[in-house]
């Protein structure tokens, strides 16, 4: 059986204030395989982001289960959580100013963060990082002599720094030109391959119809899945696709243990509902959701 990477199980997260409570999750339930390159999609608000932070050991659960890599994010003590979030798991951000310390060249921002161990061995595995993110002749610079799609390879190379199990990367490709947002792709891409577990929080359209998996969420909870098509899963690197344009991937709605499903706002608005109700049978082996006569 494949290991479980990440397994959310009614996963809830109620924020509150003196006057109101907001429920940022509502149930989400979501298994991530250890290999997988995943992104998750959603508007604002939809909990995406909160989703991430959970993860990532920045914010608790208020119900629900969350375990990643086998560690149990609701029983973590502080002390543990620490060590979690040094050891498990790497963050790259949108704004990548949270990684990067601007007195630094590149080499001691990568090395920075490395558990002990001797010089030696750190500056051999950060010359191997800026290798992997195609910066091995900027080690010397300083933050303010790269520009900003380079700062954002520099961020990957310092979250992979101490060898997570997951790499969690939260629009990082939001600030970039095209370009520098394929480049970047490019390096999860052959990450990936090499066996990291890595999940993206995306907008960029081109990005999420690259990966083979995505899950929308809407609402706190996933409301439907996409995989990449079978034509295009060696295409990747293809410089003549419109990835923003081209339907690259299936995609299917998402039943959850309560045996609902989240209907696509579209399709209500075409269905031309009068409340919010509807009529459910089954026909020729289809479910079929209609306006009520």
């Given at each position: 059986m494949?290991?479980?990477?990440?397994k959310a199980?009614g996963?809830?997260k109620?924020?509150?204030?003196?006057q109101?409570?907001?429920?940022a999750l509502q149930?989400?339930?979501l298994?991530?395989e250890?290999?997988?390159?995943?992104?998750i999609?959603?508007n604002?608000g939809?909990?995406k982001s909160?989703?991430l932070?959970?993860i990532?050991?920045?914010d608790?659960p208020?119900a629900?289960?969350?375990?990643v890599g086998?560690k149990n994010l609701?029983t973590m003590?502080?002390k543990e959580?620490v060590l979690?979030?040094?050891e498990?798991?790497g963050?790259?951000w949108?704004n990548?100013?949270?990684?990067l310390l601007?007195?630094?060249?590149?080499l001691?921002?990568i090395m920075?963060?490395?558990?002990?161990s001797?010089?030696?061995?750190k500056r051999e595995?950060a010359?191997?990082?800026?290798e992997?993110v195609?910066?091995s002749a900027?080690?010397?610079?300083?933050?303010?002599?790269?520009?900003g799609g380079?700062?954002?390879r520099v961020?990957i190379?310092i979250?992979?720094?101490n060898s997570?199990?997951l790499?969690?990367?939260?629009?990082?490709t939001?600030?970039v030109d095209?370009?520098?947002?394929?480049y970047i792709?490019?390096?999860?891409s052959?990450?990936n391959?090499?066996?990291?577990t890595?999940?993206i929080?995306?907008?960029?359209?081109?990005?999420?119809?690259?990966?083979?998996r995505?899950?929308?969420?809407?609402?706190?909870?996933?409301?439907?899945?996409?995989?990449?098509?079978?034509?295009?899963a060696?295409?990747?690197?293809?410089?003549?696709?419109d990835?923003?344009?081209?339907?690259t991937?299936?995609?299917y709605?998402?039943?959850?243990?309560a045996g609902?499903?989240?209907?696509p706002?579209?399709l209500?608005e075409?269905?031309?509902?009068?409340?919010n109700?509807?009529?459910?049978g089954?026909?020729?082996?289809?479910?079929?959701i209609?306006?009520?006569?």
């Amino acid at each position: 059986m494949p290991e479980e990477m990440i397994k959310a199980d009614g996963l809830v997260k109620i924020y509150k204030t003196k006057q109101t409570e907001v429920l940022a999750l509502q149930g989400l339930d979501l298994t991530v395989e250890a290999g997988e390159l995943t992104a998750i999609i959603g508007n604002s608000g939809s909990g995406k982001s909160t989703f991430l932070n959970m993860i990532g050991g920045l914010d608790r659960p208020s119900a629900g289960s969350l375990s990643v890599g086998g560690k149990n994010l609701f029983t973590m003590t502080e002390k543990e959580l620490v060590l979690y979030k040094r050891e498990t798991v790497g963050f790259v951000w949108q704004n990548n100013g949270r990684n990067l310390l601007p007195y630094l060249t590149v080499l001691e921002n990568i090395m920075l963060p490395m558990s002990l161990s001797d010089t030696k061995k750190k500056r051999e595995k950060a010359l191997g990082l800026l290798e992997t993110v195609g910066l091995s002749a900027r080690r010397r610079s300083k933050m303010n002599m790269l520009s900003g799609g380079e700062q954002q390879r520099v961020a990957i190379a310092i979250a992979l720094a101490n060898s997570p199990r997951l790499l969690l990367a939260d629009e990082p490709t939001g600030s970039v030109d095209v370009k520098t947002a394929n480049y970047i792709f490019d390096i999860f891409s052959e990450l990936n391959k090499n066996g990291q577990t890595i999940l993206i929080v995306t907008h960029d359209v081109a990005l999420s119809r690259k990966v083979k998996r995505v899950v929308a969420i809407r609402d706190g909870k996933i409301s439907s899945e996409r995989v990449l098509k079978e034509a295009y899963a060696d295409r990747i690197q293809e410089s003549g696709i419109d990835w923003r344009q081209e339907e690259t991937q299936d995609e299917y709605a998402i039943v959850d243990r309560a045996g609902r499903v989240q209907i696509p706002a579209d399709l209500l608005e075409e269905l031309g509902l009068k409340d919010n109700k509807v009529s459910i049978g089954l026909h020729d082996g289809k479910v079929v959701i209609s306006r009520p006569e």
